[in-house]
């Protein structure tokens, strides 16, 4: 049984920052894929940052040079750094694991609760 939990949203300022963490639990692969997606209200779940397990990154264009995407194998944790935040950014951030390298929503099969981020 996976486990996901996701903390680190808020309220901040444009051009503010906030750092997101997902602590992931249960039975996993060391190979697995883990990612941030969000869903803004009234608009679909989109993925903005995947890594796998040997570190390779994908980011969504929306986010590039902005938010970094980084894990701690040996806690099974998840982060994404997010800096100069925009109004555009306000969503539900969601992590979830995958068994192999995807940016796809559809690939990920273990989701956590999610945690609002809201840019003023």
């Known amino acids: 049984h996976v486990q996901l939990v996701e903390s680190g949203g808020g309220s901040v300022q444009a051009g503010g920052f906030l750092r997101l963490s997902c602590a992931a639990s249960?039975?996993?692969?060391?190979?697995?894929?883990m990612g941030w997606f969000r869903q803004a209200a009234g608009k679909e779940r989109e993925g903005i940052a995947t890594?796998?397990?040997?570190?390779?990154?994908i980011y969504a264009d929306s986010v590039k040079g902005r938010f970094t995407i980084t894990r701690d194998k040996g806690t099974n944790t998840l982060y994404l750094q997010m800096d100069n935040l925009q109004s555009e950014d306000t969503a539900m951030y969601y992590c979830?694991?995958?068994?192999?390298?995807?940016?796809?929503?559809?690939?990920?099969?273990?989701w956590g609760q999610g945690t609002q981020v809201t840019v003023s």
């Open positions: 249960g039975y996993l692969y060391s190979s697995y894929c």
């Open positions: 890594i796998d397990g040997d570190g390779s990154a």
């Open positions: 979830a694991i995958s068994d192999h390298y995807s940016s796809r929503v559809a690939d990920f099969a273990y």
